[in-house]
């Protein structure tokens, strides 16, 4: 059964591949739904369940627990760029400001192996820009500024100690 990655995993750091059919990865999907209903997530890419493809799942809706699967997708524009707070499930308790878009545009295969293009706003916005990031090797690290990187080893430190003592 797949888990979640949890940064410095090296599959968070690397290109994610093209999907050759859609359809050959209901099994993935299923778990990354699981994954990402279960962590209570917008999104989820490929790569942080520990497979190196490029598939994320994203909301329908910012505020519905059902999620669309989008394989290859690129994005093809991004307007009205500003800092905005950013987190990621593979990063418990960090959190950085990330520049992103409230507007981007993009395109993808659906599970049935359809071109879809479509244009989404705000948290679905980032939320696109950050999966995106993800198959492209890109993480939380590589937006943060020194002094974020240095509280975020802070913060991974203590969230992968959890307040347990060791026995």
Same mark, same amino acid.
């Given at each position: 059964?797949?888990?979640? %990655?949890?940064? +410095?995993? *090296? ?10 059919? +859609?359809?050959?990865? *209901?099994? $993935? ?5 699981? #994954? ?11 790569? @942080?369940?520990?497979?190196?493809? !490029? ?6 809706? +910012?505020?519905?627990? %059902? ?8 994005? #093809? ?11 990621? $499930? ?5 959190? #950085?400001?990330?520049? !992103? ?27 696109? @820009? ?22 975020? %080893? ?14």
């Amino acid at each position: 059964m797949r888990e979640l %990655q949890i940064y +410095p995993a *090296d599959v968070l750091k690397k290109e994610a591949e093209p999907v050759e059919d +859609p359809g050959e990865w *209901d099994e $993935l999907v299923a778990d990354m739904r699981r #994954i990402v209903s279960e962590e209570e997530g917008v999104g989820l890419a490929a790569p @942080q369940v520990g497979e190196s493809v !490029r598939i994320f799942l994203m909301r329908d809706e +910012p505020d519905k627990l %059902q999620w669309s699967a989008y394989f290859n997708p690129e994005i #093809i524009k991004v307007r009205e760029t500003e800092k905005i707070p950013e987190s990621c $499930l593979s990063f418990p308790g960090v959190k #950085i400001e990330a520049e !992103r878009g409230r507007v981007v545009t993009f395109k993808a295969l659906t599970a049935a192996g359809e071109e879809v293009e479509m244009t989404v706003e705000n948290l679905l916005a980032q939320c696109v @820009q950050h999966e995106v990031d993800h198959l492209d090797g890109i993480t939380l690290v590589d937006h943060a500024s020194l002094s974020e990187k240095m509280e975020m %080893q802070k913060q991974l430190e203590e969230a992968k100690g959890g307040g347990k003592s060791e026995t």
